[in-house]
């Protein structure tokens, strides 16, 4: 849209702004003189009513097709070739570090599409997920930091967390070796790990793989990642379906493929 355009749609709206303020206040001042039975008020507000409702059908009427063809251009912007790179400095510009091409993109633990055709844009994580009807590229922007840092800023307690990847690997370590005591230094599938973790299937829904992910690697950017003196060993992965893909907070990739936990005397 240029300054012309701009320029001559901000008029319309000024236009049409201006009744619909004078007329809200002879609207209010209306149903307060009813209820005081003040009649004589009652009666000019009537007709200074019914001459902004004439003043607002005739402004509409001049000013629907400024403000249509400006709609029509912010359309257009949306569905051509410059709206993707507004959309993606946007998001740089709030601190979103995101990869890949235009309509999708991630940025751990989330996942951001565009569906334009339908007119909303989806922000994932695993199985959850929000839309937003707002296409305009500072408000995407704004939302997704919004989710964003409260994922990011989060409380992350890796002893606790690492106290839960303990004893599911103790139980699973047992249970794949069919032993009464744990085999240290086996590997157990981490997506095995996931699964013993969230068995519910609404804490599935509370506590998403991609969640999980994340605060994996969160644990692993500790120089020593271990538990009561127990060694953890992310043990990487080539198979994209077994293992989980890992991105620091400085946007390394990694994937693992399964967790082996060292006894304190293995070192």
């Given at each position: 849209?240029?300054?012309?355009?701009?320029?001559?749609?901000?008029?319309?709206?000024?236009?049409?702004?201006?009744?619909?303020?004078?007329?809200?206040?002879?609207?209010?001042?209306?149903?307060?003189?009813?209820?005081?039975?003040?009649?004589?008020?009652?009666?000019?507000?009537?007709?200074?009513?019914?001459?902004?409702?004439?003043?607002?059908?005739?402004?509409?009427?001049?000013?629907?097709?400024?403000?249509?063809?400006?709609?029509?251009?912010?359309?257009?912007?949306?569905?051509?070739?410059?709206?993707?790179?507004?959309?993606?400095?946007?998001?740089r510009d709030v601190g979103i570090p995101i990869k890949g091409e235009f309509p999708s993109y991630e940025f751990s633990p989330?996942?951001?599409?565009?569906?334009?055709?339908?007119?909303?844009?989806?922000?994932?994580?695993?199985?959850?997920?929000?839309?937003?009807?707002?296409?305009?590229?500072?408000?995407?922007?704004?939302?997704?930091?919004?989710?964003?840092?409260?994922?990011?800023?989060?409380?992350?307690?890796?002893?606790?967390?690492?106290?839960?990847?303990?004893?599911?690997?103790?139980?699973?370590?047992?249970?794949?070796?069919?032993?009464?005591?744990?085999?240290?230094?086996?590997?157990?599938?981490?997506?095995?790990?996931?699964?013993?973790?969230?068995?519910?299937?609404?804490?599935?829904?509370?506590?998403?793989?991609?969640?999980?992910?994340?605060?994996?690697?969160?644990?692993?950017?500790?120089?020593?990642?271990?538990?009561?003196?127990?060694?953890?060993?992310?043990?990487?992965?080539?198979?994209?379906?077994?293992?989980?893909?890992?991105?620091?907070?400085?946007?390394?990739?990694?994937?693992?493929?399964?967790?082996?936990?060292?006894?304190?005397?293995?070192?």
């Open positions: 849209m240029d300054d012309s355009e701009r320029l001559s749609e901000e008029t319309a709206i000024a236009s049409i702004d201006a009744v619909l303020k004078q007329l809200t206040s002879r609207w209010t001042s209306l149903k307060k003189a009813r209820i005081d039975l003040n009649f004589k008020t009652v009666n000019q507000s009537l007709g200074g009513v019914n001459e902004n409702i004439k003043q607002l059908s005739i402004s509409w009427d001049e000013c629907q097709p400024t403000i249509k063809t400006a709609i029509q251009i912010e359309q257009n912007f949306v569905l051509s070739k410059d709206y993707a790179p507004q959309v993606e400095q946007a998001l989330f996942k951001l599409t565009f569906f334009l055709d339908s007119g909303y844009v989806k922000l994932g994580m695993g199985r959850k997920s929000q839309q937003n009807k707002a296409l305009a590229p500072k408000a995407i922007a704004l939302w997704v930091a919004k989710e964003y840092q409260r994922i990011v800023h989060s409380k992350f307690n890796a002893e606790q967390f690492g106290q839960e990847l303990f004893t599911a690997y103790e139980i699973l370590n047992r249970q794949n070796l069919t032993k009464s005591c744990v085999v240290w230094g086996h590997p157990i599938e981490i997506k095995e790990i996931y699964k013993l973790l969230t068995l519910k299937t609404s804490a599935k829904q509370d506590y998403p793989e991609a969640l999980f992910s994340y605060d994996l690697a969160r644990l692993k950017e500790q120089f020593d990642v271990s538990h009561n003196g127990y060694r953890f060993e992310f043990v990487p992965s080539r198979n994209q379906s077994s293992g989980l893909l890992l991105v620091s907070s400085k946007g390394q990739e990694s994937r693992i493929g399964s967790l082996a936990i060292h006894d304190k005397s293995d070192r």
